[in-house]
T-cell receptor
Framework: EPEVTQTPSHQVTQMGQEVILRCVPI?????FYWYRQILGQKVEFLVS????????KSEIFDDQFSVERPDGSNFTLKIRSTKLEDSAMYFC?????????????FGSGTRLTVV | DAKTTQPTSMDCAEGRAANLPCNHS???????VYWYRQIHSQGPQYIIH???NNETNEMASLIITEDRKSSTLILPHATLRDTAVYYC????????????FGAGTTVTVRA
Protein backbone atom coordinates (compact mmCIF):
# COMPACT_ATOMS: atom_id res chain seq x y z
CA GLU A 1 0.00 0.00 0.00
CA PRO A 2 1.40 3.47 -0.89
CA GLU A 3 2.79 5.43 2.04
CA VAL A 4 3.63 8.99 2.98
CA THR A 5 7.23 8.98 4.21
CA GLN A 6 8.56 11.51 6.72
CA THR A 7 12.15 12.13 7.74
CA PRO A 8 13.67 12.35 10.21
CA SER A 9 11.52 10.46 12.70
CA HIS A 10 12.99 12.51 15.55
CA GLN A 11 14.78 15.86 15.44
CA VAL A 12 16.30 17.69 18.36
CA THR A 13 17.24 21.31 17.80
CA GLN A 14 18.35 24.31 19.81
CA MET A 15 15.98 27.20 20.28
CA GLY A 16 16.46 29.78 17.55
CA GLN A 17 17.77 27.30 15.00
CA GLU A 18 16.14 26.60 11.66
CA VAL A 19 14.71 23.15 11.01
CA ILE A 20 13.42 21.52 7.85
CA LEU A 21 11.03 18.60 8.11
CA ARG A 22 10.77 16.46 5.02
CA CYS A 23 7.96 14.47 3.53
CA VAL A 24 7.58 12.34 0.43
CA PRO A 25 3.86 12.24 -0.42
CA ILE A 26 2.21 9.47 -2.40
CA UNK A 27 3.33 9.90 -5.99
CA UNK A 28 0.05 10.64 -7.78
CA UNK A 29 -1.42 12.80 -5.03
CA UNK A 30 -2.11 16.46 -5.68
CA UNK A 31 -2.92 17.97 -2.28
CA PHE A 32 -0.44 18.17 0.56
CA TYR A 33 -0.78 19.12 4.21
CA TRP A 34 1.08 19.65 7.42
CA TYR A 35 -0.46 19.09 10.83
CA ARG A 36 1.05 19.14 14.27
CA GLN A 37 0.22 17.60 17.62
CA ILE A 38 1.64 18.97 20.84
CA LEU A 39 2.01 16.19 23.41
CA GLY A 40 -1.36 15.38 24.97
CA GLN A 41 -3.27 17.79 22.73
CA LYS A 42 -5.36 17.61 19.57
CA VAL A 43 -4.06 17.22 16.05
CA GLU A 44 -4.00 20.74 14.58
CA PHE A 45 -4.05 21.80 10.94
CA LEU A 46 -1.15 23.99 9.84
CA VAL A 47 -1.26 24.40 6.08
CA SER A 48 -2.55 22.95 2.83
CA UNK A 49 -0.70 23.14 -0.49
CA UNK A 50 -1.96 22.62 -4.02
CA UNK A 51 -0.61 23.51 -7.45
CA UNK A 52 2.60 24.86 -5.93
CA UNK A 53 0.95 27.33 -3.64
CA UNK A 54 -0.61 27.51 -0.23
CA UNK A 55 -4.37 26.89 -0.33
CA UNK A 56 -5.10 27.57 3.29
CA LYS A 57 -3.15 28.15 6.47
CA SER A 58 -4.07 28.30 10.12
CA GLU A 59 -3.24 31.00 12.66
CA ILE A 60 -0.41 28.81 13.89
CA PHE A 61 1.30 29.03 10.50
CA ASP A 62 2.91 32.45 10.96
CA ASP A 63 5.90 34.02 9.24
CA GLN A 64 8.26 31.60 10.96
CA PHE A 65 6.82 28.74 8.93
CA SER A 66 7.13 28.04 5.23
CA VAL A 67 6.42 25.13 2.91
CA GLU A 68 7.95 24.13 -0.36
CA ARG A 69 7.76 21.41 -2.96
CA PRO A 70 11.20 21.92 -4.48
CA ASP A 71 11.49 18.98 -6.86
CA GLY A 72 8.02 17.59 -7.52
CA SER A 73 8.40 14.77 -5.03
CA ASN A 74 9.50 16.17 -1.66
CA PHE A 75 7.30 18.44 0.43
CA THR A 76 9.05 20.34 3.20
CA LEU A 77 8.09 22.36 6.24
CA LYS A 78 10.64 24.92 7.41
CA ILE A 79 10.61 26.62 10.77
CA ARG A 80 12.99 29.57 10.60
CA SER A 81 13.74 30.22 14.24
CA THR A 82 12.41 27.51 16.50
CA LYS A 83 10.83 28.21 19.87
CA LEU A 84 10.30 25.85 22.78
CA GLU A 85 6.57 25.79 22.01
CA ASP A 86 7.26 24.39 18.54
CA SER A 87 8.06 21.06 20.18
CA ALA A 88 5.47 18.66 18.81
CA MET A 89 4.81 15.78 16.43
CA TYR A 90 4.53 17.07 12.89
CA PHE A 91 2.50 15.04 10.44
CA CYS A 92 2.52 15.34 6.67
CA UNK A 93 -0.48 14.14 4.68
CA UNK A 94 -1.40 13.87 1.03
CA UNK A 95 -4.64 13.43 -0.84
CA UNK A 96 -5.38 12.34 -4.37
CA UNK A 97 -8.24 14.69 -5.15
CA UNK A 98 -10.33 17.45 -3.71
CA UNK A 99 -13.60 16.76 -2.07
CA UNK A 100 -15.09 14.43 0.43
CA UNK A 101 -14.83 11.29 -1.62
CA UNK A 102 -11.08 11.06 -1.18
CA UNK A 103 -9.44 10.16 2.08
CA UNK A 104 -6.20 11.50 3.36
CA UNK A 105 -3.05 9.48 3.98
CA PHE A 106 -0.85 10.61 6.85
CA GLY A 107 2.81 9.93 7.42
CA SER A 108 4.11 8.51 10.67
CA GLY A 109 5.35 11.91 11.81
CA THR A 110 8.49 13.73 12.91
CA ARG A 111 8.91 14.35 16.60
CA LEU A 112 10.50 17.81 16.95
CA THR A 113 12.08 18.62 20.29
CA VAL A 114 13.31 22.18 20.80
CA VAL A 115 15.73 22.57 23.71
CA ASP B 1 -17.51 22.29 9.34
CA ALA B 2 -20.20 20.86 11.60
CA LYS B 3 -19.13 20.06 15.12
CA THR B 4 -19.07 16.48 16.35
CA THR B 5 -19.61 15.05 19.82
CA GLN B 6 -18.05 11.78 20.89
CA PRO B 7 -17.73 10.03 24.25
CA THR B 8 -14.38 10.63 25.89
CA SER B 9 -13.56 6.98 26.35
CA MET B 10 -14.89 3.46 26.13
CA ASP B 11 -13.73 -0.05 26.84
CA CYS B 12 -14.33 -3.06 24.69
CA ALA B 13 -13.67 -6.77 25.14
CA GLU B 14 -11.35 -8.44 22.68
CA GLY B 15 -13.28 -10.34 20.01
CA ARG B 16 -16.48 -8.40 20.57
CA ALA B 17 -17.90 -5.68 18.37
CA ALA B 18 -17.06 -2.11 19.33
CA ASN B 19 -19.73 0.47 18.54
CA LEU B 20 -18.47 4.05 18.58
CA PRO B 21 -21.15 6.75 18.48
CA CYS B 22 -20.82 10.24 17.06
CA ASN B 23 -23.32 13.08 17.06
CA HIS B 24 -23.21 15.68 14.28
CA SER B 25 -26.61 17.31 14.57
CA UNK B 26 -25.65 20.41 12.53
CA UNK B 27 -24.32 18.48 9.55
CA UNK B 28 -25.24 19.96 6.19
CA UNK B 29 -26.10 18.21 2.96
CA UNK B 30 -22.65 18.32 1.36
CA UNK B 31 -20.67 17.22 4.40
CA UNK B 32 -19.19 13.76 4.64
CA VAL B 33 -18.60 11.84 7.86
CA TYR B 34 -15.03 10.63 8.19
CA TRP B 35 -13.53 8.32 10.79
CA TYR B 36 -9.85 8.23 11.58
CA ARG B 37 -7.90 6.64 14.37
CA GLN B 38 -4.54 7.36 15.98
CA ILE B 39 -2.62 4.55 17.59
CA HIS B 40 -0.32 5.91 20.27
CA SER B 41 1.57 8.83 18.65
CA GLN B 42 1.46 7.55 15.10
CA GLY B 43 -0.09 9.49 12.23
CA PRO B 44 -3.87 9.38 12.00
CA GLN B 45 -5.10 6.44 9.96
CA TYR B 46 -8.10 6.67 7.67
CA ILE B 47 -10.81 4.13 8.49
CA ILE B 48 -13.93 4.89 6.51
CA HIS B 49 -16.17 7.72 5.32
CA UNK B 50 -19.70 8.16 4.07
CA UNK B 51 -22.29 10.69 3.00
CA UNK B 52 -25.74 9.12 3.38
CA ASN B 53 -25.55 5.39 2.89
CA ASN B 54 -24.06 2.86 5.25
CA GLU B 55 -20.56 1.86 4.28
CA THR B 56 -18.40 -1.17 4.95
CA ASN B 57 -14.78 -1.92 4.24
CA GLU B 58 -12.20 -4.36 5.51
CA MET B 59 -11.67 -2.36 8.69
CA ALA B 60 -15.10 -1.26 9.82
CA SER B 61 -18.70 -0.43 9.07
CA LEU B 62 -20.24 3.03 9.20
CA ILE B 63 -23.91 3.39 10.00
CA ILE B 64 -25.39 6.85 9.34
CA THR B 65 -28.89 7.62 10.60
CA GLU B 66 -31.50 8.63 8.08
CA ASP B 67 -31.50 12.25 9.26
CA ARG B 68 -27.66 12.18 9.18
CA LYS B 69 -27.46 13.73 12.61
CA SER B 70 -25.50 10.86 14.08
CA SER B 71 -23.41 7.91 13.05
CA THR B 72 -21.85 4.79 14.52
CA LEU B 73 -18.52 3.24 13.66
CA ILE B 74 -18.53 -0.51 14.16
CA LEU B 75 -15.36 -2.52 14.59
CA PRO B 76 -16.79 -6.01 14.13
CA HIS B 77 -14.23 -8.06 16.08
CA ALA B 78 -12.05 -5.78 18.17
CA THR B 79 -8.44 -6.82 18.78
CA LEU B 80 -5.85 -5.43 21.16
CA ARG B 81 -4.31 -3.62 18.18
CA ASP B 82 -7.52 -1.60 17.79
CA THR B 83 -6.73 0.27 21.02
CA ALA B 84 -6.48 3.87 19.80
CA VAL B 85 -8.10 7.29 19.77
CA TYR B 86 -10.95 7.35 17.24
CA TYR B 87 -11.95 10.61 15.60
CA CYS B 88 -15.26 11.37 13.95
CA UNK B 89 -14.85 14.33 11.58
CA UNK B 90 -17.39 16.08 9.41
CA UNK B 91 -15.98 17.77 6.38
CA UNK B 92 -17.32 19.80 3.49
CA UNK B 93 -16.87 17.97 0.24
CA UNK B 94 -15.07 20.74 -1.63
CA UNK B 95 -13.02 23.89 -1.16
CA UNK B 96 -12.19 23.08 2.44
CA UNK B 97 -9.36 20.67 2.49
CA UNK B 98 -8.39 20.56 6.11
CA UNK B 99 -9.50 18.02 8.69
CA UNK B 100 -10.53 19.44 12.06
CA PHE B 101 -9.72 16.94 14.79
CA GLY B 102 -11.48 17.00 18.12
CA ALA B 103 -10.50 15.08 21.21
CA GLY B 104 -11.95 11.82 19.88
CA THR B 105 -12.88 8.67 21.80
CA THR B 106 -10.12 6.73 23.50
CA VAL B 107 -10.97 3.08 22.92
CA THR B 108 -9.27 0.49 25.06
CA VAL B 109 -9.66 -3.12 23.99
CA ARG B 110 -9.17 -5.48 26.91
CA ALA B 111 -8.21 -9.15 26.75
Amino acid sequence: EPEVTQTPSHQVTQMGQEVILRCVPISNHLYFYWYRQILGQKVEFLVSFYNNEISEKSEIFDDQFSVERPDGSNFTLKIRSTKLEDSAMYFCASQSGAGGIYGYTFGSGTRLTVV
Amino acid sequence: DAKTTQPTSMDCAEGRAANLPCNHSTISGNEYVYWYRQIHSQGPQYIIHGLKNNETNEMASLIITEDRKSSTLILPHATLRDTAVYYCIVRVSSNDYKLSFGAGTTVTVRA
